[in-house]
């Protein structure tokens, strides 16, 4: 069974940018949670998705954005961009049942210039 | 209420030897706690997981203890190998957050040959 796979694994931004990162989850996972990964600030839950509608929010600013296709893929947006936006964007999936484990993608590193 | 508290931040084991890392948390109505490992430039990578039911659970090497009354958890990795060398993280979930794991700030271990 496939991972759950993030594209980019790179990207290079300026500020005042925007950046959409993709993410594809597991096969049957319905579930797909959105975290940042920052060396002062840890891993930090941004939103999850489950069946195309947002389920939960984290404590992060409007400019964070997602959202969530049938096929269960999700994307993330990241409008006008801010130096300290970077950070390892990690994506997991699960089957959005209570206690149902995440898997993580390898994340897509984001660098705001 | 929300954090989970993870120490130490840094640990240097002998190959062979028991790391220990502990997490202590504050919202009695966290009721999942999972072990994550990272490997540089990977995702977190579920390890082991423990609900509050049970005071102990063993897969492998990998060890959970759980204390409900003291609300703390520790991970034991017993014979340590240098390739666990990693960054290992605790974490929360309640059972209504089934995307959003309330992490821990990490441990790097290091296990020397």
């Known amino acids: 069974k496939a991972g759950v796979t993030q594209t980019p694994r790179y990207l290079i931004k300026t500020r005042g940018q925007q950046v959409t990162l993709s993410c594809s989850p597991i096969?049957?996972?319905?579930?797909v949670s959105w975290y940042q990964q920052t060396p002062g600030q840890g891993l930090q839950f941004l939103f999850e998705?489950?069946?195309?509608?947002?389920?939960n929010k984290g404590n992060f600013p409007g400019r964070f954005s997602g959202r969530q296709f049938s096929n269960s893929r999700s994307e993330m947006n990241v409008s006008t961009l801010e130096l300290g936006d970077s950070a390892l964007y990690l994506c997991?999936?699960?089957?959005?049942?209570?206690?149902?484990?995440?898997?993580f993608g390898n994340g897509t590193r984001l660098t705001v210039t | 209420q929300q954090q989970v508290k993870q120490s130490p931040q840094s640990l240097i084991v002998q190959k062979g030897g028991i790391s220990i890392i502990n997490c202590a948390y504050e919202n009695t109505a966290f009721d999942y706690f999972p072990w994550y490992q990272q490997f540089p430039g990977k995702g977190p990578a579920l390890l082991i997981a423990?609900?509050?039911?049970?005071s102990e659970k063993k897969e492998g090497r990998f060890t959970i203890s759980f204390n409900k009354s003291a609300k703390q958890f520790s991970l034991h990795i017993m014979d340590s190998q240098p390739g666990d060398s990693a960054t290992y993280f605790c974490?929360?979930?309640?059972?209504?957050?089934?995307?959003?794991?309330?992490f821990g700030q990490g441990t790097t271990l290091q296990v020397k040959p």
């Open positions: 423990i609900r509050p039911d049970v």
């Open positions: 096969s049957g996972h319905r579930s």
């Open positions: 974490a929360a979930a309640g059972s209504s957050n089934t995307g959003k794991l309330i």
């Open positions: 998705y489950f069946s195309e509608t947002q389920r």
């Open positions: 997991a999936s699960s089957h959005g049942t209570p206690g149902s484990p995440l898997h």
